[in-house]
């Protein structure tokens, strides 16, 4: 499984704390697209979907939620509850996103623009795409 934490630079100052991350550096794909997910209602999941060619990082600003990663072999579960911490999630990954919290916002940055035509929304159709790739 190639999903992964990350741990992003933190500076603690007398009048707050900042959170930085690099492009390529910090965060290892060239985001072209950033998109956030808030007041997720009690018992509500996201994304339960894969993509053929996107990158996906993820990151919790505020409040925690639950990330499963599933590359066709492999599952995890990664708890995301900290603003200095988030996944990459390669390409290929079907991704579910749950047990939000009310005040959860889920900052997603993606390696390429929004194709609808790329993702895969059906489980079974990506177990059936993983098994042609090996």
Wanted: proline share 3%; net charge negative.
């Amino acid at each position: 499984m190639n999903s992964r934490m990350i741990l992003f630079h933190q500076i603690d100052e007398s009048d707050g704390s900042l959170v930085y991350m690099e492009t390529l550096k910090d965060i290892p794909i060239e985001i072209k697209r950033t998109f956030y997910i808030f007041s997720t209602p009690e018992g509500a999941t996201r994304a339960n979907h894969a993509n053929k060619t996107t990158d996906f990082v993820m990151i919790s600003l505020n409040g925690c939620c639950k990330i499963t990663t599933d590359d066709g072999k492999e599952k995890h579960v990664f708890t995301l509850n900290d603003p200095k911490s988030g996944i990459h999630v390669p390409k290929m990954t079907w991704i579910k996103a749950f047990d939000f919290s009310l005040d959860c916002i889920l900052l997603i940055f993606a390696n390429e623009i929004y194709d609808k035509k790329k993702y895969i929304d059906n489980y079974d159709d990506f177990m059936k795409e993983c098994k042609l790739l090996t």
